[in-house]
């Protein structure tokens, strides 16, 4: 059953997130920390252990897997709900702040992705 | 009978529609003018940042196009929880042999992408003539996302002013990194899950990350969002605190 796949992805995403708050609420920052990470954490280990039970059945995953294929759209969707204007109306320094770390960031990607955890 | 108002109470169905037509329009666009040069995902998102700033420019709101009534339903499909779980859902196809592998450049590209980014908003900030540790600690917040700026500012008590400038900032950032990656993905080895753990863990901004990745190559986007994931909620530990001490005992 389709509801059960997508019952599955609400559980995780809703324990992840809510772990994520009181982490961030535990060490004091009004923020989310680590809540998407733990939910997807949860996902898969839940998943596989529900396909070493036997309970994923006919249509099971079309309920997570439709969610993946919007992932486009919402995508789209929040770009087209940023406060884009914002962004450009605030003089130069914000211009200035935001590219300059990108370009650093991106310079950076190739160097660091050069480390690799070796098992030896 | 009210047409607007029927499309607004019908928010989030209307905005599947509109949705669907701006991935239809971008996808013709990338198949015959530009010969699948630029993928239709990237055109797509392009597309929404116009609309965003078109619909910041009538209302005068925050919320870019979703502010206009006809476009209500966007701040649904668009916000943090609709992109959320639809992150969440990619998890399906991630490798754990894989996460692990990386597990260390990951770490790392988080604390440099933390570090760098702080220091890099306050080298702007002080080019730009900023000198007391608040205000330059709030535009560095705003360097690592539209969301560590303004809770560093007003945990710090900078004013207004700096704390819009350090939202704009990371608004910009988020924006560049949508816009850029999958034009420089290539050139920078984008093209692995280890290096999109990596460039989550250095660049940070979830929406930016998450829509960049998604025009690059939509497999990569589960390991680019489970380091962004951290960055916002650790950025906002760490600049009121750490990281500003540090600034103030170097001023």
Not at chain 1, 48 to 56: D, E, G, M, R, S
Not at chain 2, 29 to 48: E, F, H, N, V, W
Request: hydrophobic residues 55%; positive net charge.
């Amino acid at each position: 059953m389709l509801i059960y796949g997508l019952g599955l992805l609400a559980f995780s995403y809703l324990a992840g997130q809510l772990f994520g708050d009181f982490l961030g609420e535990m060490i004091g920052v009004q923020a989310n920390v680590g809540g998407v990470g733990f939910a997807m954490l949860l996902l898969v280990l839940l998943h596989n252990y529900f396909q070493k039970k036997q309970w994923v059945k006919a249509q099971f995953d079309e309920g997570i897997g439709f969610w993946s294929n919007m992932y486009i759209p919402v995508i789209v969707a929040m770009s087209a709900s940023q406060n884009a204007l914002l962004a450009f109306n605030k003089g130069v320094l914000p211009i200035v702040a935001g590219t300059l770390i990108v370009i650093i960031g991106f310079a950076l990607v190739p160097v660091i992705s050069s480390i690799k955890t070796t098992h030896s | 009978m009210n047409i607007i108002s029927f499309f607004e109470k019908n928010g989030m169905i209307t905005s599947f529609l509109i949705i669907a037509i701006i991935m239809l329009i971008a996808e013709q666009i990338s198949t015959r003018l530009l010969r699948k040069k630029i993928p239709g995902s990237a055109i797509a998102i392009l597309l929404g940042l116009l609309l965003a700033y078109y619909g910041g420019m009538i209302t005068g709101g925050e919320k870019g196009i979703a502010d206009i009534p006809l476009f209500s339903g966007f701040k649904l499909v668009g916000g943090s929880m609709f992109r959320d779980f639809c992150i969440v859902s990619t998890a399906l196809g991630v490798s754990f042999p894989v996460m692990i592998q990386a597990g260390k450049a990951g770490i790392i590209s988080l604390i440099l992408g933390l570090g760098v980014s702080f220091i890099v908003g306050i080298c702007v900030g002080l080019a730009f003539g900023y000198h007391d540790a608040e205000s330059l600690a709030t535009i560095g917040a705003g360097t690592l996302t539209f969301i560590v700026g303004p809770v560093t500012g007003s945990a710090l008590g900078a004013s207004s002013d700096v704390i819009a400038l350090s939202v704009a900032t990371g608004v910009v950032k988020a924006i560049v990194v949508t816009v850029f990656t999958p034009l420089i993905a290539s050139k920078i080895k984008l093209d692995n899950p280890h290096a999109a753990m990596v460039f989550g863990g250095l660049m940070g901004t979830t929406s930016g990350v998450a829509a960049g990745l998604a025009a690059t190559d939509q497999k990569l986007v589960p390991y680019g969002a489970l380091t962004a994931t951290f960055y916002t909620g650790l950025g906002c530990l760490l600049c009121p605190s750490v990281f500003y001490l540090a600034l103030k005992a170097l001023m």
